[in-house]
């Protein structure tokens, strides 16, 4: 059964970059969208983007810039990185899979059926 | 980006009845790449439904979605104790993907 877990410091400065890892288990990570979603009181449930196991990316511009993700195949990981964040970034953050897949020059999503449980971010 | 409006916030049913949930778009979500997830305190959000109207693995059949272009509903057919929570949809045919702003479904 595929599980995701999420890790990374609970506490960041402003102004720094956030850095969360989400570890794949009971499955492959060379498959499929790997997204990162984030849920404050404020905003509601906000997608941040997501990574296919290729290395291509699809971010919310809403970040402006900010938000590097990368896969690594060998560590079945992901990870995301937010930089010069601020009280505004605070947050839960969820990684979660879509199972879908490129084919034909068309990407197909199914919706995001696994997640992680979320770690609680503060930037203060 | 695409603006789903879910309204109203608050839903007051008794266990057994019918509940219709509503998803408005700003505009028509592409291939109907519509989905319907189920939040409960500390818990994630839990993929109900995708493609609008498909059954995610696992959900009960009491669960079902409808709809197409900008207007969809989630109607859980008799609620039982568990059902009591916060609905989402969630628009993933155009990026950047939205979420609306849910709907807590709550014992009257």
């Known amino acids: 059964q595929l599980q995701l877990q999420e890790s990374g410091p609970g506490l960041v400065k402003p102004s720094e970059t956030l850095s969360l890892t989400c570890t794949v288990s009971?499955?492959?990570?060379?498959?499929?969208?790997w997204n990162w979603i984030r849920q404050s009181p404020g905003k509601g449930l906000e997608w941040i983007g997501y990574v296919h196991y290729s290395g291509y990316t699809n971010y919310n511009p809403s970040l402006k810039g900010r938000v590097t993700m990368s896969v690594d195949t060998s560590k079945n990981e992901l990870s995301l990185r937010l930089s010069s964040v601020t009280a505004a970034d605070t947050a839960v953050y969820f990684c979660?899979?879509?199972?879908?897949?490129?084919?034909?020059?068309?990407?197909?999503?199914?919706?995001?059926?696994?997640w992680g449980q979320g770690t609680t971010v503060t930037v203060s | 980006e695409v603006v789903l409006t879910q309204s109203p916030g608050t839903l007051s049913f008794s266990p057994g009845e019918r509940a219709t949930l509503s998803c408005w778009a700003s505009?028509?979500?592409?291939?109907?790449?519509l989905g319907w997830y189920q939040q409960k305190p500390g818990q994630p959000p839990r993929l109900l439904i995708y493609d609008a109207s498909t059954r995610a693995t696992g959900i009960p059949d009491r669960f079902s979605g409808s709809g197409s272009g900008t207007d969809f509903t989630l109607t859980i057919s008799r609620l039982e104790p568990e059902d009591f929570a916060i609905y989402y949809c969630?628009?993933?045919?155009?990026?950047?993907?939205?979420f609306g702003q849910g709907t807590k479904v709550e014992i009257k």
């Open positions: 969630h628009q993933y045919g155009t990026s950047p993907w939205t």
């Open positions: 505009q028509s979500i592409s291939r109907n790449y």
């Open positions: 979660a899979r879509d199972r879908g897949y490129y084919w034909n020059n068309l990407y197909y999503y199914y919706g995001l059926d696994v």
């Open positions: 009971g499955g492959s990570i060379t498959s499929y969208f």
